[in-house]
């Protein structure tokens, strides 16, 4: 009897899926869609958290501005010292057959590294728990999206999608995330590895409405492997803010804030 009652909720969760008549395409396609202003202003705290539980504190002022389809994005490292000066910039294309650009400025080397597709891909963003990819706005055809549930998480319904990416290059082989149906935005994510086991797992929480626009003001990276987690804060988040495109070039990159 229990067998049979398992299998009768999971064809009840995969039926209720299906009623909806949305694809994980089409989930993805409108949490992109989810409407954030043209303009958007943030600082940002960003704490390292080793297995041990030693932090360090990062902080950021972030910019972005929506060109069409595509998303330009620059921040700025203010503290503490040893990398304050530190900028990032990066250009997001809709299209999935274009690769984004990315680059990290080092003050201490006086230096811009361009930042290649599969660095991108497998590579950490200044220590955190996040890839550079993560730090960017993700084209929907990346990858492969896939329907899989509707569940209540915290209280509110959400769609469960995977997400299997096209590039075999990335660093997990899938993810998993649980969209908020009210407002469109991530609340859970997990990443399995080439092995299909866990590798890090993303929470969002603290969402609510700023100038109209949902908003998250906390999001915890974990590295579940290691024992390594990354939060980050959000803070004074604005949108549709006065911002100059040419905020968004190597060069302002370079001269830093």
Same mark, same amino acid.
């Given at each position: ?20 008549? %949305?694809?994980?395409? $089409? ?22 958290? +080793?297995?041990?539980?030693? *932090? ?25 010292? $040893?990398?304050?000066?530190?900028g990032f910039l990066t250009w997001d294309y809709d299209n999935s057959a274009k690769t984004d650009?990315?680059? %990290?400025? &080092?003050?201490?080397? *006086? ?17 955190? $728990? ?16 896939? @329907? ?9 319904k959400c769609w469960v999608v995977q997400s299997v990416p096209n590039d075999k290059d990335e ?21 399995? $590895? ?7 797992? @993303? ?5 609510? *409405? ?9 999001? +915890? ?17 604005r949108f549709n803010v006065k911002v100059s495109p040419n905020l968004f070039t190597v060069s302002?990159?370079?001269?830093? &804030?």
């Amino acid at each position: 009897m229990k067998r049979i009652s398992t299998i009768i909720m999971a064809l009840t969760m995969v039926f209720a899926a299906q009623a909806t008549g %949305l694809t994980g395409r $089409d989930i993805m396609q409108k949490v992109k869609n989810r409407a954030d202003g043209d303009t958007r202003y943030a600082t940002i705290e960003m704490t390292l958290i +080793q297995k041990s539980g030693h *932090k360090r504190v990062r902080k950021l002022e972030s910019w972005a501005m929506d060109v069409g389809k595509d998303t330009k994005k620059i921040m700025f490292f203010t503290y503490p010292g $040893d990398v304050k000066g530190t900028g990032f910039l990066t250009w997001d294309y809709d299209n999935s057959a274009k690769t984004d650009d990315k680059w %990290l400025y &080092l003050p201490a080397m *006086k230096k811009t590294r361009r930042i290649s597709g599969k660095s991108s891909k497998t590579d950490y963003f200044m220590g955190s $728990d996040f890839t550079y990819n993560d730090m960017s706005t993700r084209s929907v055809d990346e990858e492969q999206h896939k @329907l899989l549930r509707e569940e209540t998480l915290g209280g509110h319904k959400c769609w469960v999608v995977q997400s299997v990416p096209n590039d075999k290059d990335e660093i997990y082989a899938r993810r998993v995330t649980w969209i908020r149906q009210d407002c469109l935005m991530a609340v859970k994510g997990e990443y399995y $590895d080439k092995l299909n086991k866990l590798h890090r797992r @993303l929470t969002i929480s603290n969402i609510e *409405k700023v100038q109209g626009f949902w908003t998250m003001h906390l999001m +915890q990276m974990e590295n579940v492997q290691t024992g390594h987690k990354t939060v980050i804060r959000m803070g004074n988040q604005r949108f549709n803010v006065k911002v100059s495109p040419n905020l968004f070039t190597v060069s302002k990159l370079e001269k830093g &804030l």
